[in-house]
């Protein structure tokens, strides 16, 4: 597969201190490429690198198979992003913003502009200035503003800030319309692994600064495995039960008193009769399949050692 953006070396210093280490990463044509960590990890200064907000301290960032230095900035005329809090002309509407970008890059397909607020359910607002918008409308302009001319990359920092529930999985599906449809390849931040697991093809995990790991979803999914997860008001008890009663020595004890079963020998009517009977309260029983937000616990804590 063909990079379109390819990264070596990464590292990004402020006043001394390193905000990102020696990233390198991958992200190929046509794909949704997941950047993952919690907040402060360093996600948002890599993609500001990437987007030319601002300079590495040292390495290589080539986007299209060229390299991205301050001579090939026209190589951003290719690229759409959205990263923290959007900006606007806050005395202007949404299409006379949208049209100053376009003029910037060059373009002037007035029906594009309209059918990329259509996209991201901004209707219904032609004399409305952008400085009468809600924080969600906001979001959604920036986002219209990253796809209005197609780019042939759309990088996007926590996109779903700021939106509703519906508005979430409005934007979600545009994400995967516009790479489906238009081949658009998609670079997306988040800290909201489940928004993540249901889109991306691939995901970079970051923490402290530094990529953990690139793996691609259908791999992890390949790893998961089915348990049994419980709770009760005794966990010490639970655990010396399911070992001496039914033989479970394949299980671990989670924060919250939760306890997974990896064993599935017995079944749940067979582990909850042990516990009652032994007058042990079991307040939740059920059986769990293993997620992405399980391979990021597992990557963060185990410091990057994980298959």
Known sequence: MNEVVKTLGLTK?????AI?????????????????GKNGAGKTSIMKMMTGITKPTSGVIELFGQR?????????KRVGSLIEYPTFFEHLTAIENLKLHCEYLGYYDQQAMKHALDM????AIEGKKVSEFSLG????????????????????????????PIGIKDIRDLIVM?????????????????????????????EGGCLLKEVALEDIRKQNTDYIELVTNDPKKTVFLLEN??????????????????DLTHTQHEISKILISNHVGLDEIQKR???????????????????
Do not use: C, W
């Open 68 to 76: 991205f230095t301050e001579q090939s900035k026209a190589l951003l």
């Open 178 to 206: 516009l790479n489906k449809q238009y081949g658009i390849t998609f670079l997306i931040s988040s800290h909201i692994l489940g928004e993540i697991e249901q889109i991306a093809d691939r995901i970079g995990v970051v």
């Open 245 to 262: 009663e039914l033989g479970i020595t394949n299980m671990k004890l989670m924060q919250g008193d939760r306890i997974r079963i990896y």
């Open 20 to 36: 990102v280490t020696d990233v390198s990463l991958n992200i190929y044509r046509g794909e949704i490429y997941g950047l993952l």
């Open 13 to 17: 210093r402020i006043k001394g201190k």
């Open 289 to 307: 399949t293993s997620s992405l937000e399980d391979y990021f616990y597992k990557l963060i804590h185990g410091g990057g050692q994980l298959d």
């Open 137 to 164: 409308m906001k979001q959604r302009l920036g986002l219209a503003r990253a796809i209005v001319v197609k780019p042939e990359l759309i990088v996007l920092d926590e996109p779903t800030n700021g939106l509703d």
């Open 120 to 123: 991201v359910q901004l209707q």
